[in-house]
């Protein structure tokens, strides 16, 4: 979980994995995925993700949650997109309470 401005902890709404932002790849995080769902990564490419202009980037499922999005919480947390894991603390733009209700 990652620890919030104030160094109260998350408290795993799982609204950073809901909506229409989109969630970038870089090759890293495409080999890591892959990895940790024991696939080769030109397949989890072609199952889990699409391009937007000449970015990689998750595929969503319906309601535009993220396509790794379940009950339970994140499919590949552990080895979930950098994108995933400077969220809220280390991100490039202000982020509201509309985007984390914990920031
Ligand atoms: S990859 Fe995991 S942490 Fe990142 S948006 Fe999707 S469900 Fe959330
Ligand atoms: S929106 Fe904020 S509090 Fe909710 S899961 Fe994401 S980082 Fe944690």
């Given at each position: 979980?990652?620890?919030?401005?104030?160094?109260t902890?998350?408290?795993?709404?799982r609204?950073?994995c809901?909506g229409k932002?989109?969630?970038?790849l870089n090759h890293d995080?495409?080999?890591?995925?892959?990895q940790?769902?024991?696939?080769?990564?030109?397949?989890?490419v072609?199952?889990?993700?699409k391009?937007s202009?000449n970015w990689?980037?998750?595929?969503?499922?319906?309601a535009?949650d993220c396509?790794?999005?379940?009950k339970e919480g994140?499919?590949?947390?552990?080895a979930?997109?950098?994108?995933?894991?400077?969220f809220?603390?280390?991100?490039?733009?202000?982020?509201t309470n509309?985007?984390?209700p914990?920031?």
């Amino acid at each position: 979980m990652p620890m919030m401005p104030d160094n109260t902890t998350c408290l795993n709404c799982r609204q950073c994995c809901r909506g229409k932002g989109l969630v970038y790849l870089n090759h890293d995080d495409e080999v890591r995925a892959a990895q940790y769902l024991r696939m080769e990564r030109r397949d989890f490419v072609k199952e889990y993700c699409k391009r937007s202009d000449n970015w990689m980037v998750l595929k969503s499922k319906e309601a535009l949650d993220c396509v790794f999005l379940e009950k339970e919480g994140c499919r590949i947390y552990p080895a979930r997109p950098e994108q995933c894991r400077k969220f809220p603390v280390n991100w490039p733009y202000p982020v509201t309470n509309e985007d984390c209700p914990h920031s």
